[in-house]
């Protein structure tokens, strides 16, 4: 935008017109005033420009809570398993699964990384995730780790920086 | 009074209180001398170090100064915590007794190594023999950079005798040819400890009458820490525990001055061997509740937990393509781990999931609380979130040969269908002759649709006790470098964790014997021979196995030491060119029940 704007203060001719244009033609259509459009948009971010976007305004915030847009960003190049949404929901939402398997799969495989992977991508995110739900149920005290340890972290493996 | 000097570069300069300008000359160096011209005391003391409180005769300069040099070089290339302990550690009697402290921590070395040369003191002159001058060297006639090459060397690995020999011939390269010899012959008046034998030891390495110059270098000590290894092994496979005594602590040493993988694979194999030498048996009736928690932290640091399970799972979810019910039967519970990952696929198959029955078997526990309904219900409570019908059903047995298939109220195959699981398991069984055909029978009489077995690759059931010990050195050595290289931060518990869960299967191997030692792997081929002589056949693995293990591999930092490979249909997982771990999977040979 700025860039735009910019560039239109070369051509003050065009600038006068283009203001003038704005003023004629002002915006009927405020983004935030059709949500479902918005919706669309954002569905095609990636992960982190949905995370900015978050920080917008409240209602941007709100859309890109919404799990469904972080469906759309772990399936986009795969078809989903039919029935896989109530499991993932169960299992704590696409934004988890996203941020916490689908999206360090994802970059750690950057270098290898094949088109008819991703839906071995996925089902493997969705292997991981489920165990990290396992790991995370409570249970007296056979959590397999002693007490006064650290969370469950079977998905620590991802979390590690990769030697670049 | 005669005197013995050397150059020394680097250090302060030592002004000697002894009376030998005049004989300086004699000695044929006159350059060297005159570093020794300063101050001489009648008294035979060094005078400037006297007034620093020490009381070195000037007679010892040059050897003092000498010892210092080497300790300084010796603690300098040796890493940090491996000879700090000395300064601490050795008693020291007499502070004024430079000399006889150096040599006391030199001797802790256990035959110092002599550093390289400083070219500059490559004509310096030196003769050195003292009575109190212990020298333990050892030859060293090959530059080996394998760390775990165990060409043998003859003779050498084995401990050197200390000996206290006046005359002991320590070459060293700053040693001048026969130009010192005849000076030192001709006065013998105060001199204590000259020796001419010394003299005319021409300044090279190897050399025919004496012992050469050790290099220090934390490669070759490296090498020197395995040779040591298998000559301590060699000296209790044949029962000389003496020797192997000695060798245990040299190992001990040794292994302080290497870093990383090296230095606790050789921890724990002298740890074990001292067991073995001391007949300080492990108690393997640990709490298994222990074992679960290291098998947890290795689990969450390397991938060969989750590639066991993950390619077990593929199998039986491929077994399990059309049934309506399933059930499995895992031999080794454990925490479960392997299960939501099945759970899930099975949840997510088109046509809907089948109903999923798990039996758990798992050892007595301590302190009698029933874990394996804790799992159980842990995993039932996974079941109930996503969607499957589950049933759980845990089974305690110490051995899995107590088992007998009519416990597990197997239903008939048309009603569900079966498959039997066992990652580390078998080999357990071998410890106990006839174990391991009760435990095939039995499974035969579960009339499993497909068995899936995943072990160690690795032979460590050999008849031998020193084949054994060297295949395990190979076998774990190669899975520590792993953990090394898997990018955990050093002080992680984890790391920590998983290396103690090995080091205890290191122990079971070397230490113990008989019934005790749990821990006979055996590699992919004999169990092969095995599984098809009890009437099964292989079942092979498919690519979707292969291509989840390998994205599985590409996850883990470290992923480009670890490679899948493809054997015969069944998927090994190894360090660089080491396989590792084999899965492979099995049905029975004859369709029909039998």
């Not at chain 2, 300069?13 to 005159?34: E, M, Q």
């Not at chain 2, 390495?205 to 490296?222: A, H, I, M, N, Y």
């Amino acid at each position: 935008m700025a860039l735009n704007h910019h560039r239109s203060c070369y051509y003050r001719q065009d600038h006068h017109e283009t203001v003038g244009e704005n003023k004629e033609k002002r915006p009927k259509f405020f983004i935030n005033d059709h949500a479902d459009i918005l919706i669309e948009i954002l569905k095609r971010l990636d992960g982190r420009s949905l995370c900015i976007a978050a920080s917008v305004c409240r209602l941007w915030c709100t859309i890109a809570r919404s799990d469904s847009i972080w469906e759309n960003l772990c399936f986009r190049h795969v078809s989903p398993p039919p029935s896989v949404r109530s499991v993932v929901l169960a299992l704590g939402g696409y934004k988890g699964l996203y941020m916490g398997c689908v999206r360090p799969v994802r970059s750690r495989l950057g270098r290898a990384r094949r088109a008819s992977w991703a839906r071995d991508e996925v089902q493997l995110s969705l292997s991981l995730f489920c165990v990290d739900y396992y790991e995370r149920l409570g249970g007296s005290n056979s959590n397999g780790r002693l007490v006064g340890e650290s969370s469950p972290s079977s998905l620590m493996f991802l979390c590690k920086p990769v030697n670049v | 009074m005669k005197r013995d000097h050397r150059e020394i570069s680097g250090a302060t300069d030592y002004s000697s209180g002894s009376g030998s300008r005049a004989d300086s000359s004699s000695i044929g160096n006159s350059i060297k001398g005159k570093l020794w011209e300063e101050d001489r005391d009648a008294g035979g003391m060094d005078e400037l170090l006297a007034v620093l409180g020490y009381r070195v005769r000037s007679s010892d300069m040059a050897d003092v100064a000498q010892k210092l040099e080497m300790l300084e070089m010796v603690m300098g290339t040796a890493q940090e915590d491996g000879i700090s302990h000395l300064s601490s550690d050795t008693v020291h009697y007499n502070p004024s007794d430079l000399s006889g402290w150096v040599q006391s921590m030199l001797a802790e070395l256990n035959g110092p190594p002599t550093p390289n040369l400083d070219p500059v003191l490559a004509d310096s002159d030196f003769n050195s023999s003292n009575p109190q001058h212990r020298q333990r060297n050892q030859s060293r006639v090959f530059h080996d950079d394998s760390e775990y090459d165990l060409r043998a060397i003859p003779g050498v690995a084995a401990h050197p005798p200390p000996k206290s020999d006046p005359d002991s011939d320590s070459t060293r390269k700053r040693v001048k040819t026969s130009m010192s010899s005849s000076g030192s012959d001709g006065d013998g008046s105060g001199s204590s400890f000259s020796s001419p034998k010394e003299n005319g030891i021409p300044g090279t390495v190897t050399e025919s009458s004496t012992r050469p110059v050790v290099l220090v270098d934390s490669q070759e000590t490296g090498v020197r820490l395995v040779h040591t290894l298998m000559a301590c092994a060699e000296a209790v496979q044949q029962d000389n525990l003496k020797l192997a005594d000695a060798l245990v602590k040299h190992v001990g040493l040794l292994a302080a001055s290497q870093t990383g993988a090296m230095r606790k694979v050789a921890t724990y194999f002298a740890e074990a061997l001292a067991r073995r030498i001391y007949r300080i048996f492990p108690q393997d009736s640990l709490d298994p509740s222990y074992t679960d928690i290291l098998q947890m932290h290795f689990y969450e640091t390397c991938p060969y937990l989750k590639f066991a399970h993950f390619t077990a799972n593929q199998a039986i979810l491929e077994a399990f393509a059309t049934a309506s019910r399933v059930h499995v039967i895992d031999f080794g519970l454990k925490q479960g781990m392997q299960w939501p990952a099945l759970m899930q696929a099975l949840a997510l198959r088109p046509g809907g999931p089948p109903a999923f029955r798990l039996t758990g078997i798992g050892p007595p526990q301590l302190d009698n609380t029933d874990a394996l309904q804790q799992v159980g219900w842990k995993l039932a409570q996974l079941a109930d979130t996503i969607g499957i019908e589950f049933e759980f059903r845990g089974f305690v047995a110490n051995s899995l040969a107590d088992l007998e298939a009519e416990m597990l109220e197997i239903r008939p195959p048309e009603v569900e269908v079966v498959a039997v699981n066992s990652v580390f398991e078998l080999h357990r069984l071998l410890a106990r002759p006839g174990g391991f055909e009760k435990v095939i029978s039995s499974i035969k009489a579960m009339k499993p649709k497909i068995l899936t077995v995943v072990e160690q690759e690795a032979n460590h059931n050999g008849p031998v006790f020193l084949d054994r010990f060297t295949e395990a050195l190979h076998y774990y050595s190669s899975l520590f470098d792993s953990l090394e290289g898997s990018g955990v931060a050093p002080p992680s518990q984890d790391l920590a964790m998983s290396e103690l869960y090995l080091g205890r299967q290191i122990c079971n191997v070397v230490a113990c014997e008989g019934m005790d030692r749990v821990e006979r792997q055996e590699p992919l081929s004999q169990w092969r021979s095995r599984m098809e002589t009890a009437g099964f056949s292989a079942v092979h693995l498919g690519s979707n196995a292969y291509k989840q293990a390998s994205m599985l591999l590409a996850l883990f930092a470290g992923g480009d030491g670890y490679r899948v490979d493809e054997n015969n249909g069944c998927l090994m997982l190894g360090w660089h060119t080491r396989p590792l771990i084999a899965t492979s999977a099995w049905r029975l040979a004859t369709t029909e029940s039998g």
